[in-house]
């Protein structure tokens, strides 16, 4: 397999990272998710990781908290994730740097853009934590913000669903999954896969995102390396 892309962003799904369990890390599967990123950068892609938090925190689910406060808490567990991912990242022989949208400087790099794109030229992988920095916003958003950043070429959105679909499919098990889909059927039908905020900045900024499953995680070089899975969202060519 060869890859199709040079530089991308894998928005990892933080309930992922519990594997069997419904919260928290389970190191064995991060180690699982983090090999085929080692055999793709091996192979010469630049690799940046979104990840998010919801294996400990979303704040949109935390009921009667202050929403901003509850985000904050949202923000700190998707960076709990982004130094797991790191430390199983560097466990397999590889260089990385984990840089945070809000000033944590004895755990983490500051987000600095132009270092992120030169340590990715370096070949290091640069996981981002605390998403955006701001509340009410989420990882899916931060992946196409920094996406944007440093002009990845794709964000690869590896989540708990193989793709998606018409209605959600872990509440309707009739619904049926597209192959190719373009934002403004994402946003026109109010697919809920990804935020609307998420899908309009990949819209306005020209980024294809491809959804898929990471329950098998050789996913991420398939879907490095351009093979046919999960849903495609891109821009209507015209
Ligand atoms: N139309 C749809 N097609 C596919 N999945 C959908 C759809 N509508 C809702 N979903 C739900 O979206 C979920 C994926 O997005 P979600 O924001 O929950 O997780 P994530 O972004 O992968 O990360 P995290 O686990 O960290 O929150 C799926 O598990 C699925 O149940
Ligand atoms: O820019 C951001 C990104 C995330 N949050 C908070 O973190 C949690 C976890 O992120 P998910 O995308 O849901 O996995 C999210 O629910 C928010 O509470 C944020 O505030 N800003």
Not at 209 to 221: C, G, R, T
Request: aromatic share 6%; proline share 4%; net charge negative.
């Amino acid at each position: 397999m060869q890859p199709k892309y040079k530089r991308v962003l894998l928005k990892l799904s933080g309930e992922s990272l519990a594997g069997n369990e419904t919260h928290g890390i389970d190191f064995e599967t991060v180690l699982r998710i983090c090999r085929p990123i080692k055999e793709c950068v091996d192979m010469g892609v630049q690799i940046a990781i979104v990840v998010g938090g919801g294996n400990f925190w979303r704040g949109r689910s935390s009921g009667q908290m202050d929403r901003t406060r509850a985000d904050h808490m949202g923000m700190l567990a998707t960076t709990i994730n982004a130094l797991g991912v790191a430390d199983a990242l560097e466990q397999l022989g590889l260089t990385v740097r984990v840089q945070t949208a809000i000033s944590m400087q004895q755990i983490a790099e500051p987000y600095i853009r132009n270092r992120a794109v030169r340590h990715l030229e370096k070949g290091r992988v640069v996981v981002f934590g605390c998403g955006t920095g701001n509340p009410f916003f989420s990882t899916d958003t931060a992946a196409s913000l920094r996406a944007a950043e440093i002009d990845a070429d794709i964000i690869l959105k590896a989540t708990m669903v193989d793709g998606v679909y018409d209605s959600d499919p872990k509440k309707n098990p009739n619904a049926v999954k597209y192959d190719t889909l373009s934002f403004m059927d994402v946003l026109n039908q109010n697919l809920q896969v990804m935020d609307s905020t998420a899908a309009t900045m990949c819209k306005d900024n020209n980024i294809p995102i491809l959804v898929f499953s990471i329950d098998q995680p050789e996913n991420i070089k398939k879907a490095i390396c351009g093979e046919p899975i999960g849903t495609i969202v891109k821009e209507e060519e015209q």
